[in-house]
């Protein structure tokens, strides 16, 4: 196939880009029998690849060993800088909106960290979110309830079962929308609601190993968690709200969501 | 879990390009480590099934350059760049120095060594560069033969290149 005469039909000689892909086999078949063709006519750009070749092999000769003295671990400090920097962020959120009012009983965490445990910390995660994102302004949550559709698909797929937001709204809670928050034992979602008045509450729903159908409360400054596990998932809905009126919607909740409130009232 | 299990696999790899990319182990060290915290803080903005090596090189590459340039604002001294101190590696491969093949790796300006690091050593397709490196794969291209062109003509200008320009004063 290598003809030493020109033909004019032949294309343009490739050019650096090319050869370079060529180096690379990231050439279309078709365009690389063109370039090895042009080479076996061309000393000069045949050259160049050989140099390319040599480059390659001679970086990877250089770099491309296993480093001699790795490390045996990575400091993998991922669970403590999550709720660390979940206060963090509090903190700047409230101090940018000037919220003196929350950053009272948010205090004791940033200084004591989480001491006492709860034996869910399932309520735990659902107050410091409630508290990290409630006082967004701007960016409460990812998707919001305009896309709802978006919002629970998205989300069912990333905690691998399906959900459904339960409706506040005769209670005057509508739906703002919901972000995905990392959990315990796997992915966390939050909903959030708010009323006319710009009061918030959120419903997070997690994955729960252990099955147990308790119905819990969990206080924090003026900050109320009512919590429930049903069907090895984990729900939370919290708010500062009195506690019977966010007992009330926590049990039409809990019973909206397939669970079975009876058994704990 | 099975996300953190995958991050931690692909941290020997992540560390022999932060090793060549920035010419300093122990930087490379740091970088891997800020790397890791950070993909595992940031999980949720990761897409599942898309490439995850190439989202922990896109947040190794920022973490980078904003660490370049805080210590550039410290140092600009060029003599005291960390390349300066390697150890020059014995070897020879298919005719290249690999003394010299390193001492032109650290001319090539830094968008030209990042691309030829990821298509050469960590063997990226064009694809995957792209993502990595945030740029469509066109511009990929023309950058990696750039910097082929431009480390083959290192090479063969050989190190005196650098003091050249000090040498146009000549006696007619």
Redesign the interface.
Known sequence: MSHNDHDPAVPKPP???A???F??R?LPDEADAVVLEHLARDPQAAA?VA?????????????????A???SF?????PV??WR?AGLAACWLVAGAGLALVLGPLAPRLSGGLIGHDPMGLAQRADIAYAVYTPEQRHPVEVAASEEQHLITWLSKRLNRPLSVPSLQEYGYSLVGGR???GE???AAQFMYENPTGSRLTLYVTGIPDDETAFRLFRDGNRRTFYWVSDHMGYALSGPISEGKLRTMAIDVCSALGGKPESWQ | ?KF?AEV?SW??QL??YA??LTGD?AW??DL??DT??RA??R??AFRPNSNLRAWLLTILRHLYIDQLRARREIAVDDESAPWRNLEA?P?E????V?RD??RA?YCLPLEQREV??L???EEL??QEASVALSVPVGTV??R???A??H??VL?IEGPTRKSAPLKVVRNP
Do not use: F, N
């Open positions: 050019d650096l880009e050869l370079s892909a180096v690379d990231e160049q140099a390319w070749r040599a480059q390659k092999a001679a970086l990877k000769a250089l770099c491309g060993a296993p480093p003295h790795e490390p990575i400091v993998l400090r991922a800088p999550w920097r995905l928050l990392p034992a796997g992915p | 879990m953190e931690i941290l020997p560390r022999r090793r060549a182990s490379a060290d891997v480590q890791a915290e595992l803080a999980w949720a590696p070897g491969v298919d005719g290249l690999l093949l390193q790796l030829l690091l298509v050469c050593v397709t064009y291209m023309s990696l033969s750039r082929r062109e480390m083959r090479l």
